[in-house]
Every structure is written in C-alpha cells, then in structure tokens.
C-alpha cells in the first residue's frame, strides 16, 4: 500500500514502517557516536519503551553500552489493510538492529498496569536474560487511563489547572492559526483520578514486583521522567492536575530510595527537556512553546532531541554519581532552563500571532518533528513507493 501521513491535532493514524526505522537509524547513529558508558548497565526493563523518551532509553543503553533490553508498551500491531501503530514498527527496528550487534532484545505488549504483564516481565527476565536480573529500570509510561490492579476500577487523567481557569495563547497544529485556550480548573476527583494514572504508584509496584520475585539485582538503578517547563505553561501543568501527579511521583521516589538503599541500589527523579512527543502535542500551549525554544535553541546550537537527551543523562548522571537539583532531581533540561533562553521565550511571546508564527518560530520544525514520529520526512525513504505495512516484533508470551 502507499502510506501516506492522515493528521488530527495531535494524532497521526498512520505510520510508515521504513519511515520508522529510519527514524530508528538515526537514533541509534547518535548513540554510537557518544562516548561509551564506562558503568554501563548489563540488563535494562523500560516500562512505556516505544516511543519518545521511553524508545531512547533502550536505544542508549544498548549502542552506548551493549546492554540487553526488555521492553514493556502497549501498542497496534498491522494488519494486511492498516498499518500499526509507529511505537510497533519503532520496537520492531530497535529489535532487528540490536539483536544484529548479538543483544538479547525483546517485548511485551500489552497493560502496562495489569500484574498480569509484570508477571510476564518478571518470568522472562529470570529465564532469558543473562543473571536473571535488572539493573537499570526505566519508567516512562504515559497513558490516559489505568485500571487498578487490585481494584479493577478505572482512572483517568486530565490536563487541567487547579484553582482557576486558565486563559493563554495557543497554536491550531494543524492549520498554524494562533489562537487562544480557556480551560476549566479541574475538581478534587479529577485530581485524584489524573494522580492515580500519572503518579508513581505503578513505579514503585513494579520496583516492589521485581525485588519479591528476586529479580532485582543489587545495587540497581530506576529512573522515572518529568517535566516542569516554563511558568507560562505552569497552570495547565506544573501546577496543574500534571503536576500534582509529578510530584507523587518524586515522593515515590524518595520512598524507593528508601527500599534500594539496603542494597546498594538508588531511584531518580530526571526532569528532562520539551520535545516533541504524542504526549507533549496534547498539552495546550507546549506546541507553541516548543516551537519558539525550538528556534532560539538551534540557533545557538544546544538543541536536544530526545535521543541526545538521554545520551547525556546515561553519560553524565547516570553512568556515575549524578549532580542533583535541591529537590534531589536530576535535571537534563538546564539547557532548555538557562535565563538568556527563558528570557527570550518571554519576550517573544506576546509578539508571536498568526502573521508571523512562522518568522518568530520554528513551527515549520515542530510539524516535521511531529511527522517523523510517525516515519514521515525521513530522508532515503520512497513515500510514493508500495510499503508493506506487516513487521514483525519478537514479543514474549
């Protein structure tokens, strides 16, 4: 079939399977330019690992250090009439390309939440990966809706300011229009709904999963990802319903902490950069926001994917003893944070409007960062060409 990129906000309902793994390609180039990790995990778990930060963290592990990953998502596998979802054809890539270079390298797809996977997790570390152990847990799940595990009852979780309403400029991604956002403030229950989702309570479950069951090795690592972004954006997420979750999440850390210290073993907090994602596009006001540090920070040459971004996490925090913030976490978004940037952003944006989004910003490099998500506008790839939309994944179970 001929794939073709078919838009809605900030959803893209088709992926290009070479596309992907083109994308995967350069990504994985990065990764072996830098440095070599010197204390290089042996045995990586990424729960939420198709996409965005999650794909990057398997991606560096394994080319900058020749770790074995195993990987935890929920995504749409092809059919002969419709293709899969671009986290499927990413994990299939990832998994050709790793397990070329002689790494174990496999997935789970599937509830993220649910003991069931956990189980599926813990029973596939312990017979396939060499020790039968993990050393290095990466958490970067983002979902809109968690069943409880014990419960059964489903949560879902909102984007929404607590207070207040929250009025702001925004940016149409599909027609470029700036425009502007009003959001109700959120209640107490979708408060405790978006916190049961977005929290740290599955993080530490998975901790808690993979030391009863003896497959934690000593002396672990786990990491879990956020973000806090400019005070422009506060209200609808570090303030917000988001960042109430964010920061159950750092007590959840801290509480890990607490149960891997007997064993060598430590949980961080990063706060990592704005990139485009499908979770950042669905953020009112991120877009636009991204766009104008996008511009300012190519422009001065400090421009991060997230690729680079999780290169320079592993080299520089991860790989020893990391610098952290006065709250204890590890911040890979200093660059992105610097006054001279901030102060930018803040001056440009009362200036930006329609007119002009294209000349104050780099929209044009959000769209096509968002397309590529989905293996679009990747060079060496024939988009007119017959793709067949059928990859396969080396799933366990």
């Not at 596309?19 to 072996?32: L, N, P, S």
């Not at 925090?317 to 901030?342: C, F, K, S, T, Y």
Request: glycine share 10%.
């Amino acid at each position: 079939m001929i794939i073709q990129p078919k838009t809605r906000g900030f959803i893209c309902t088709t992926a290009h399977p070479d596309g992907c793994a083109a994308h995967i390609d350069q990504q994985i180039a990065v990764a072996k330019a830098a440095p070599k990790l010197n204390n290089a995990p042996k045995n990586v778990l990424v729960v939420g690992a198709s996409t965005g930060y999650g794909l990057a963290s398997r991606i560096v592990p394994a080319f900058c250090g020749g770790a074995n990953t195993l990987g935890v998502f929920f995504e749409k596998p092809p059919t002969e009439r419709k293709t899969a979802s671009a986290g499927w054809y990413n994990s299939a890539a990832f998994e050709a390309a790793a397990k070329a270079e002689g790494l174990y390298a496999r997935s789970i797809n599937g509830d993220a939440f649910s003991d069931e996977l956990k189980a599926k997790a813990i029973e596939e570390i312990k017979a396939a990966m060499p020790g039968g152990q993990v050393d290095c847990i990466v958490y970067s799940l983002a979902s809109p809706r968690r069943t409880d595990p014990k419960t059964g009852e489903v949560y879902k979780s909102c984007l929404k300011p607590i207070g207040g309403a929250y009025h702001q400029k925004n940016v149409n991604t599909d027609t470029g229009e700036v425009n502007t956002v009003d959001i109700e403030p959120a209640d107490e229950e979708e408060i405790a709904q978006t916190v049961k989702v977005m929290g740290g309570e599955d993080w530490e479950l998975w901790i808690d999963a993979l030391a009863e069951a003896g497959a934690l090795a000593d002396g672990a690592t786990t990491v879990a990802y956020s973000y806090i972004g400019p005070e422009l954006t506060w209200p609808v997420y570090k303030d917000g319903t988001i960042g109430r979750a964010k920061i159950h999440l750092e007590e959840s850390c801290a509480r890990l902490n607490e149960k891997l210290g007997g064993t060598g073993g430590r949980a961080f907090v990063s706060v990592n950069k704005a990139v485009v994602t499908q979770a950042s596009s669905a953020i009112p006001v991120v877009p636009l926001y991204i766009s104008i540090l996008f511009k300012k920070m190519k422009a001065e040459g400090t421009h991060e994917d997230c690729i680079e971004q999780i290169v320079r996490l592993f080299r520089d925090h991860l790989d020893g003893e990391p610098a952290l913030d006065e709250a204890g976490r590890i911040r890979v978004d200093d660059w992105e944070m610097r006054d001279a940037i901030q102060a930018h952003v803040a001056e440009t944006w009362p200036q930006i409007e329609t007119g002009n989004l294209r000349e104050l910003s780099d929209f044009d490099g959000y769209q096509e960062n968002f397309l590529r998500l989905f293996g679009f506008g990747l060079p060496g790839v024939d988009y007119g060409a017959e793709a067949d939309p059928m990859r396969d994944i080396d799933l366990v179970g």
